[in-house]
């Protein structure tokens, strides 16, 4: 009787499994842009880059597997230095959560690639804070494009993986994330490099981070640890 596998086992198998369809993705978009074929290496570079992310989601559960007692801390620690995602408030004491690339669109990209390093970062923030709730919010997602791929500006707002980090930011400034409370404002941006900035603004403020959205520097505002 063949031995059943062990947890660590079967994710080693999987993550394997993994590398070699990033592989396989990888050298169909070789092959295709050896061909000039400019747009079935987009869908190919864009099929490697979710199996990518799916094989680091593996890779990051793997250490665990092992039994080692601080493994799931290190982890976390190793994937923050690698997903640096910044957090804080404005000089006007809006909210606002940096992360570091554009959200990945549904079924193509892994959300766990995205909220696995969120969910710490939000909850080593926010240790020894006081909790803030916004009663009657607008949730701003500004998506920053490397303006050097002017082709990324065209976002498909819908499609992309939004509630996912709006469930995050609203565990913990957020009274609810209902439409009567909460409203939504999706907006795109040139910048030196791709990010995602959410920003949690008072309704009544809306208009004035509107009229100041024009004036953000190419990195980003300056954030502050406590609210100003």
């Known amino acids: 009787m063949e031995q059943k596998k062990s947890g660590f086992e079967r994710c080693l198998d999987s993550a394997n499994r993994r590398t070699g369809k990033v592989w396989a993705a990888l050298e169909e978009t070789q092959l295709h842009l050896k061909r000039g074929d400019m ?9 490697a880059a979710g199996h990518a992310e799916k094989l680091t ?5 793997l250490p665990a597997y092992t ?9 976390e620690e190793a994937t923050s230095k690698n997903f640096p995602v910044e957090i804080g ?3 006007e004491g809006w909210f606002c959560l940096r992360i570091p690339l554009l959200l990945p669109k549904k079924n193509k990209g892994s959300p766990a690639y995205l909220c696995d390093p969120l969910y710490p970062a939000m909850r080593r923030f ?13 949730t701003i997602f500004r998506h ?25 930011v609203a565990l913990y400034v957020m009274v609810d994330d209902s439409p009567v409370l909460c409203r939504h404002y999706y907006c795109s941006a040139p910048g030196g490099s791709e990010r995602t900035e ?26 502050y640890e406590n609210r100003p």
């Open 39 to 47: 747009i079935s290496a987009y869908e190919a570079a864009f099929e």
């Open 57 to 61: 989601c593996l890779c990051r559960e």
């Open 67 to 75: 039994g080692y007692p601080k493994a799931r801390a290190a982890i």
């Open 89 to 91: 408030f404005t000089a």
């Open 126 to 138: 926010w240790k020894g804070k006081q909790p803030m709730r916004y009663p009657y919010n607008v």
């Open 144 to 168: 920053v494009y490397n303006r050097a791929r002017p082709e990324r500006q065209y976002r498909d707002h819908d499609n992309t993986e939004l509630n996912r980090v709006l469930d995050i």
């Open 198 to 223: 959410v920003y949690v603004v008072p309704q009544n403020e809306f208009i004035r981070w509107l009229e100041q959205e024009k004036t953000i520097p190419d990195g980003g505002v300056l954030l």
